[in-house]
């Protein structure tokens, strides 16, 4: 504190009240002392509570925009963050780029926000030792295989997969395909995509039902052969589970040109926002994105006054039948002599 007291030229006092915000500090001077802290890479004392440090009433929302990443639900998200942080008087700072944990270390160390909301987690992030080592407070969007030291908000995403497969099974589908987010997405080990694979696996199997998982690339020349796979692999598919917003409406023109009606032949479960669901009339599972949005600011918000959250907060699977279900086979079979 002393050294960046002599480099900025105010006492050390007044760094110390730059930092705690026990004071008034004129904009001049508040500016001058963050850019020495800066340029001397210097770390206030972890330990500090979050409500005693200067507020900048800036939270970062480390969104990295990696391939596989779709774009228009990404950007609900910005927006439900975005809405639930003004509610509270603070401004949100976006940060896209792909800068893993170094990158969320130098934006710690620059002290210009007060703390960070975290999305495209991976089970095995690297990010996480230094969320639980920072001073700053944050919320993942999302959990880590290990939540301990940490605050997670996420829809359950394993619940989802396999609720997907019981609202099927019990409409008589035995033969039951899975189109998931692209390949990529799997490689990065991230949370969202293998939770949701693991849910509907385990639950095909308990159900006994036949079940084949793919990946799905966003081109459309992709998506014809990952869904010609599917039906060669699965002869007697007739319900399909489809986690991958960008190719949704491809899926249905493909299995279309397949010769396969959709929900009279394949009846089609998605994993997705309300809107595009309703608009393709498909049954679904309802991604909350402006609730996650906005439960994740608050537990921010909550941190930043001295609570302590959960470690993992995970919102129940909805699914809303629409007409893009059908019962495979009759139920109830009456008969008159």
């Known amino acids: 504190m002393v050294d960046v007291a002599k480099h900025a030229g105010v006492a050390p006092s007044t760094v110390s009240y730059v930092l705690t915000g026990k004071r008034p500090v004129s904009a001049h001077t508040r500016v001058r002392v963050r850019e020495s802290i800066q340029l001397l890479g210097y770390r206030p004392q972890s330990g500090l509570p979050a409500a005693a440090r200067s507020r900048t009433n800036v939270l970062a929302l480390v969104l990295p925009l990696r391939e596989g990443v779709h774009l228009p639900v990404v950007m609900r998200f910005v927006t439900a963050v975005v809405t639930a942080a003004r509610a509270h008087d603070m401004d949100v700072l976006l940060v896209t780029a792909d800068q893993g944990a170094a990158g969320l270390r130098a934006l710690a160390e620059g002290g210009r926000v007060d703390g960070f909301l975290v999305m495209d987690v991976e089970l095995d992030d690297e990010r996480v030792p230094v969320l639980r080592q920072l001073g700053s407070p944050s919320v993942l969007l999302g959990h880590p295989a290990a939540v301990k030291g940490l605050t997670c908000v996420d ?10 497969v019981d609202h099927l099974a019990e409409l008589g589908h035995r033969s039951i395909g899975f189109l998931g987010a692209p390949s990529v997405v799997y490689e990065r080990n991230t949370g969202f995509a293998q939770r949701t694979l693991a849910g509907f696996s385990a639950a095909a199997m308990r159900r006994g039902v036949t079940s084949t998982a793919l990946p799905a690339e966003q081109r459309q020349e992709s998506v014809l052969a990952v869904v010609t796979t599917l039906l060669r692999e699965l002869p007697r598919m007739s319900a399909l589970v489809v986690q991958n917003e960008a190719v949704l409406g491809k899926v249905v023109d493909c299995l279309r040109a397949e010769g396969r009606r959709v929900p009279d032949d394949v009846a089609v479960v998605a994993i997705c926002p309300d809107e595009l669901a309703e608009r393709l009339r498909l049954t679904s599972v309802q991604l909350p994105v402006e609730v996650l949005g906005r439960r994740a600011v608050d537990l921010l918000v909550a941190k930043l006054n001295g609570h302590q959250p959960p470690a993992l907060t995970l919102l129940p699977p909805k699914l809303a039948s629409r007409t893009g279900v059908r019962t495979r086979e009759p139920l109830l079979r009456v008969t008159k002599d």
């Open 155 to 164: 829809l359950d995403f394993e619940a989802a997969g396999a609720r997907c």
